[in-house]
């Protein structure tokens, strides 16, 4: 059965201070990855797919990396408005487009 | 990015009543979309998915009588919540497949039936 986790559950970070996400994921085959943000009462964001392991995708202050077993979403000098819970879902091969979902990080940047 | 939309936002019902709650991608087609449930402070839980011009696969426990889904073009599927309870009050959210494989969510709408 095709999981995955992300760790922590929380992380609270000064503005400024910048820190990961991890994602680990066991899959039969994996067709891409995918990061999302979502904000309360909203829909999940896109964010990145990666599809290889060595890949690595940027967009301002985030860079999400990928190797054979997890994911990094590396934040780098967080502001206040990166807060957010961040959800990491992974797609089989095999035919099926449906994601799998981790339970997200809850992402509170203080100012 | 891909645009996806749902109306409405927000919708409050009497027990007894179905709602209809419609998902458009915008500015693509989409022949695949899908419909989630996320309960308070918890990730999204897939409900089914839909295909267009045919019927939709539900995931196990969700009822197919309950929840219909109608992807009827390549733009819009709905999904119509059938003689809804206060059990049924939830976040739903839809997202729609791009031609290259990624998911892109609506912004959900908020079901309280009292």
């Known amino acids: 059965e095709d999981q995955v986790t992300q760790s922590p559950e929380a992380l609270r970070l000064q503005e400024g201070e910048s820190s990961s996400l991890n994602c680990s994921y066991t899959?039969?085959?994996?067709?891409?990855l995918f990061w999302y943000r979502q904000d309360p009462g909203k829909g999940p964001e896109f964010l990145f797919t990666?599809?290889?392991a060595g890949e690595e995708k940027e967009k301002e202050r985030l860079k999400a990396t990928l190797t054979k077993k997890e994911s990094f979403l590396h934040i780098t000098a967080p502001k206040p408005e990166d807060s957010a819970t961040y959800l990491c879902?992974?797609?089989?091969?095999?035919?099926?487009?449906?994601?799998?979902f981790g339970k997200g990080t809850k992402l509170t940047v203080n100012p | 990015g891909a645009v996806v939309s749902q109306h409405p936002s927000r919708v409050i019902c009497k027990s007894g009543t179905s709602v209809k709650i419609e998902c458009r991608s915008l500015?693509?087609?989409?022949?695949?979309m899908f419909w989630y449930r996320q309960f308070p402070k918890q990730s999204l839980m897939l409900m089914a998915t839909?295909?267009?011009?045919?019927?939709?696969?539900?995931e196990q426990g969700v009822e197919k009588d309950k929840f219909l889904i109608n992807h009827a073009s390549l733009t819009l599927s709905t999904l119509t919540v059938t003689s809804a309870h206060p059990e049924d009050s939830s976040f739903y959210i839809c997202?729609?497949?791009?031609?290259?494989?990624?998911?892109?969510f609506g912004p959900g709408t908020r079901l309280l039936v009292l």
């Open positions: 997202s729609a497949l791009t031609s290259d494989l990624a998911q892109y």
């Open positions: 899959v039969s085959g994996l067709r891409g």
């Open positions: 990666l599809y290889s």
């Open positions: 879902a992974v797609q089989a091969q095999g035919g099926s487009e449906k994601l799998v």
């Open positions: 500015d693509f087609q989409a022949t695949t």
């Open positions: 839909s295909n267009e011009g045919s019927k939709a696969t539900y």
